[in-house]
């Protein structure tokens, strides 16, 4: 299903600096159906199927209102493949599209997170409600590559060979 944004209101509220530490603070209104809402458009890149999406992000569970996971602690963004079934179907389907430098509000429910199955070592279960803010630092295309020009040693550093296998210094 294609994300929509729910009724004013109705959202999740994030607050926090984009690429800092995002604080998510529920409604007391049960959970929206699947909304994937740019709080923050970015003015980067679009993020396409395939690409390597760069991102900082804070996961919580409506029903306990428990941040499960985030990313900011842990002093560097995470990187996933996007659009192609690695990470949970809200994420393929709402972020994808969007742009660098976007912070981006997804509220997922359990079709689009973990499923009937739930994360039990995370403590969800098959019908809980997430709710992600993700950060979209940056996205590496599938065929994208280091751009340069090569460049024969310099004087005195010592060479790598590879003979039969086995590199020699």
Known sequence: STPTTAPAG???TVTGEFGKAAAITLPSAKPTPFSATVL?????????????????YA????RDKAV???????GAPSNFPIGVGQVVPGWDEGLVGK??????????PPDKGYGAA?????????TDTLVFSVDILSTIASNESAK???VEPSQGLPTVTLQGGVPTV
């Open 59 to 62: 996961g919580m569970n409506w």
């Open 40 to 56: 923050t458009e970015g003015t980067g890149r679009v993020v396409k199927k395939g690409d390597l999406l760069i991102a900082h």
């Open 10 to 12: 109705a959202l999740p």
């Open 68 to 74: 499960f996971d985030e990313s900011f602690s842990r």
């Open 99 to 108: 742009k660098v430098g976007s912070r981006v509000l997804l509220v997922l």
């Open 148 to 150: 340069g020009t090569p």
């Open 118 to 126: 739930g994360q039990p070592a995370a403590g969800i279960q098959g």
